[in-house]
């Protein structure tokens, strides 16, 4: 499966929603992730993130595998994002801040 990692924290461009054929993406206030249980492993999304916050479960950075549980586990509790939207206002300000979790909103 593939994992949405920090760096979509505070952006949330949402590009990756548009070219997923799965409907994968699940969206909670200030970050989006991707459901482990429908991804297709297309890896369609990766590209297309301007943050590039989107990697394989295999290939996650060493210091954002907690990512990967925390994907499959807001995908339960966040609905599914079918369409894109506008990023967050601040975007472009925060991407590649680095250390964003503490921002994470549920
Ligand atoms: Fe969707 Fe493909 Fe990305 Fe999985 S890898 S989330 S199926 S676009
Ligand atoms: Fe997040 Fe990148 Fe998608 S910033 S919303 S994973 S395009």
Not at 34 to 59: F, G, H, K, R, W
Not at 98 to 105: A, N, R, S, T, V
């Amino acid at each position: 499966t593939f994992v949405v990692t920090e760096n979509c924290i505070r952006c949330k461009y949402t590009d990756c929603v548009d070219v997923c054929p799965a409907d994968c993406f699940h969206e909670g206030p200030n970050f989006l992730v991707i459901n482990p249980e429908t991804c297709i492993d297309c890896s369609l999304c990766v590209q297309e993130c301007p943050a590039d916050a989107i990697y394989a479960d295999t290939d996650v950075p060493p210091d954002q595998t907690h990512f990967i549980e925390l994907n499959a586990e807001l995908a339960q509790l966040w609905p599914v994002i079918a369409a894109a939207s506008e990023p967050m206002a601040e975007a472009d300000m925060w991407i590649d801040q680095g250390d964003k979790l503490q921002f994470l909103e549920r």
